[in-house]
T-cell receptor, first 113, second 111 residues
Framework: EAQVTQNPRYLITVTGKKLTVTCSQNMNHEYMSWYRQDPGLGLRQIYYSMNVEVTDKGDVPEGYKVSRKEKRNFPLILESPSPNQTSLYFC????????????FGAGTRLSVL | SQQGEEDPQALSIQEGENATMNCSYKTSINNLQWYRQNSGRGLVHLILIRSNEREKHSGRLRVTLDTSKKSSSLLITASRAADTASYFCATVIQGAQKLVFGQGTRLTINP
């Protein structure tokens, strides 16, 4: 089954404790992206990757890191989480570039205390 | 304000009625897409309309695009309870490599 898998689905952590949210897709998509969703603000792009070893900042990259060592995986790293990073996070992937249809993961609900 | 803005922010109708949501954007686009999100879940792609298209249909969905007014509308006909969700438009700006999402319309279908 074609899918984008995020883990964990729910996470509660404390300020400053490094964490990683994993994202994996099995559709051989070149393009992968991370979004955060907050009430009243819609979805905002954090980082995106056009292909392996190619990443770029989205609209709200501060406080986040990403890597793309393999085509299927695109982890999101919070080196020192803060309460303002409490949010619902989505990973998405698509063929070729962001202009194409994006397939979303089920989301990761993160709370930073 | 954001590139894509949906209107209304919330819509509540009776089952069987038609639901219309609108999206306005600011800059020239390559295409415009509509997505659905059930509460707290991932977004699901519904339909894509390219900048040179004016109307597109998919089942009970009808999307129109007016590039002169920089606006799009999504019509859901004969609504069902299962259509209750948030609906987002997303635009691909010319020359950009990403989708820009609006804030969404929350649709509630009452039985």
């Amino acid at each position: 089954e074609a899918q984008v898998t995020q883990n964990p689905r729910y996470l509660i952590t404390v300020t400053g404790k490094k964490l990683t949210v994993t994202c994996s897709q099995n559709m051989n998509h070149e393009y992968m992206s991370w979004y955060r969703q907050d009430p009243g603000l819609g979805l905002r792009q954090i980082y995106y990757s056009m292909n392996v070893e190619v990443t770029d900042k989205g609209d709200v990259p501060e406080g986040y890191k990403v890597s793309r060592k393999e085509k299927r995986n695109f982890p999101l790293i919070l080196e020192s989480p803060s309460p303002n990073q409490t949010s619902l996070y989505f990973c998405a992937s698509s063929f070729w570039e962001g202009a194409n249809i994006q397939y979303f993961g089920a989301g990761t609900r993160l709370s930073v205390l | 304000s954001q590139q894509g803005e949906e209107d209304p922010q919330a819509l509540s109708i009776q089952e069987g009625e038609n639901a219309t949501m609108n999206c306005s954007y600011k800059t020239s686009i390559n295409n415009l897409q509509w997505y659905r999100q059930n509460s707290g879940r991932g977004l699901v792609h519904l339909i894509l309309i390219r900048s040179n298209e004016r109307e597109k249909h998919s089942g009970r969905l009808r999307v129109t695009l007016d590039t002169s007014k920089k606006s799009s509308s999504l019509l859901i006909t004969a609504s069902r309870a299962a259509d209750t969700a948030s609906y987002f438009c997303a635009t691909v700006i010319q020359g950009a490599q990403k989708l820009v999402f609006g804030q969404g319309t929350r649709l509630t279908i009452n039985p």
